[in-house]
């Protein structure tokens, strides 16, 4: 089975060098992109003041692995910082992740008609609102 690859372009700069520049784009990258097969130089580009190089530039297509079929609950197939937790991985006794709100009282109507005070504005500094100095 052949396996598809995406692609991003990056941009990176280095005051040493472009090489440099390169080592940066790919070690950012390679904090979120996993499965990294290849990087390709797309431009290079020089700063210059006073007649020296201060930075190396270059713009690159860095391109990885897609995950085919990806199951969120399988460990085979994905890192264990993205794969989802399920109820096995919770400790025995914990209801399995599942939030518990037996103790939340929900009121879902709104208590009509509410007593309303005449005045005040949401504008006024009095009010709590607006601006004030």
Partial sequence: MSSIKKVIEVLASSEKSFEDAVQRALQEASTTVKGIRSIYIKDQS???RDNKITEYRITAKISFEVMHKWDPTSTQ??????????ADDAPAGTGGGTPDYSGVNLHAKPDL??????GGSATSAESGGGYSN
Avoid: F, K
């Fill in 46 to 48: 020089c700063r210059v």
């Fill in 77 to 86: 197939n994905a890192p264990a910082e993205l794969r989802v937790p399920t």
């Fill in 113 to 118: 008609p509410r007593d309303v005070e005449p």
